[in-house]
């Protein structure tokens, strides 16, 4: 299946337009393959959520801007591993043909006499003599410019890591919430930090893509770091 765009609280003329932009950054070959990307307008931000055919990206949901939505969506593909350059994959290498070995081909290749032609080799120049110098020198002059020792190699650039990891004191929560649109059952991970308070985030319901507002940790509230699967 290709890529598929779900848009919601947006007009015609400016669905198009979303559609179209953001149909421009799955060059080839990602445009045909299963992905899934929905966009809910919610005043001046956009609830953005995407899966994709693999296990890289499943259910990555984050706000953005109307401006800030194409890098932020380059982004996320970019750190999953997938590549954007819309470069063609490599051509296979030519099979050979079978039957033909290099003693064929060299057969083929013999005169009609059957014999090779002799190879004439031009007769060996007389070596160069050098002239004696008459006090040869016993210690070899010092450099004046000091040794250069080759450069260390680099170490390896650290992969880039998107967001904060989950802290070691926090707790893995996973709340299951009824989408009061379509009574479907859907479940919000996130991780919560001991003693900090909740706070309402909006949240597209996996079943229906409408809009919802669910209580979150604060911390992942503030990190956008939170996505809602279905139950």
Not at 80 to 85: E, F, I, P, R
Not at 147 to 157: D, F, Q, V
Not at 199 to 207: K, R, S
Request: with cysteine; hydrophobic share 30%.
């Amino acid at each position: 299946m290709p890529l598929k765009i779900l848009c919601a609280g947006y007009g015609k003329d400016e669905k198009f337009e979303i559609e179209k932009e953001v149909k421009s950054i799955f060059t080839p070959p990602l445009d045909r393959q299963s992905w899934s990307v929905s966009l809910v307008k919610l005043g001046s931000q956009i609830t953005v959520s995407v899966d994709g055919p693999d296990e890289r990206i499943r259910n990555k949901s984050f706000l953005a801007s109307r401006t800030s939505l194409p890098e932020q969506l380059r982004d996320l593909l970019t750190a999953s591993g997938y590549d954007l350059s819309g470069a063609p994959a490599p051509s296979a290498a030519p099979t050979p043909v079978p039957g033909r070995t290099a003693q064929n081909v060299r057969d083929e290749a013999r005169p009609p006499s059957g014999r090779w032609p002799s190879i004439v080799r031009p007769p060996a120049a007389a070596p160069a003599t050098r002239p004696t110098p008459s006090t040869p020198s016993t210690h070899a002059a010092p450099s004046s410019a000091p040794a250069r020792s080759a450069p260390a190699p680099k170490p390896p650039a650290a992969p880039a890591r998107s967001g904060r990891g989950p802290s070691a004191s926090g707790r893995h929560a996973r709340d299951q919430h009824q989408c009061p649109s379509c009574n479907g059952s859907f479940v919000v991970t996130y991780e919560l930090q001991p003693n900090e308070p909740s706070q309402l985030v909006a949240v597209a319901c996996p079943h229906c893509w409408k809009l919802d507002r669910v209580e979150v940790g604060e911390s992942a509230a503030i990190e956008r770091a939170y996505r809602a699967d279905k139950a």
